[in-house]
DNA sequence: CAGGATCCGTCCCGATACTG
DNA sequence: CAGTATCGGGACGGATCCTG
């Protein structure tokens, strides 16, 4: 709790600090559920993914996902066959993520 | 890590879910400073706030804290004097927020 | 001292259409 | 199947100026 100091503007806690670090990564609409998903089923097709998500689009999806894995959040896997087939996954990253934000789950409740 | 149906649209668990309603509490740039400088000091004056968070504005200040104290996170305590004199607290929910977001700090260091 | 009012740029997000 | 390209609206945040 002893992030910031008055000296210092806030752009540069943005960046640095690991709790909004940690917010940033899940700061997206559809980024969490995206997470949850994944980590019910262990492993999800893109398009599996898609119908469990209703309402999302291709735009969304695609890009969330691309962030995620570049965030070490989901890990993609790619099988080049006709036609292709993707899977995505949790990383260890991302499971833990998940662990944590239980913690504002009770807190939710509790407000 | 079961609130998602395949046939509800994901608007309604962004109302209902506890942990995307706690998320949205803290999920804008400066509420989560905000917080963490009341609980740092017990009890701040708005101009006293406004000098620990470099850069923000009035604008930006005033909404936050108005949002914080609708959403039951900090206590306005205003005293009719002239100059008006108000102070922020954290309410017990404002600090148990705090709490379970250190976990997310952990988390953060680690990525 | 503690804000409110207004304007304005940016980025998030959705809709639609197309592709190797 | 698993995406990409493009366009557009609306919310979010910043800048500036004003006030009881």
Known sequence: MDYLNPNVPLDYYH???PT???????NQKW???ILWQIGLHQELH???????????????????LRELDGDGLVLRHQFD?????VTYALTDQGKQLLI????????????
């Open 31 to 33: 980024k969490l559920p």
């Open 100 to 111: 944590t934000l239980e913690g504002l789950r009770e807190f939710g409740e509790i407000g």
């Open 81 to 85: 066959t006709t036609p292709p087939t």
């Open 15 to 17: 960046d640095n600090c």
């Open 20 to 26: 909004l670090m940690a917010l940033k990564l899940v």
């Open 46 to 64: 893109y398009n599996q993914l898609k119908r469990q998500l209703i309402g999302i689009t291709n735009t969304m999806l695609a890009k969330s």
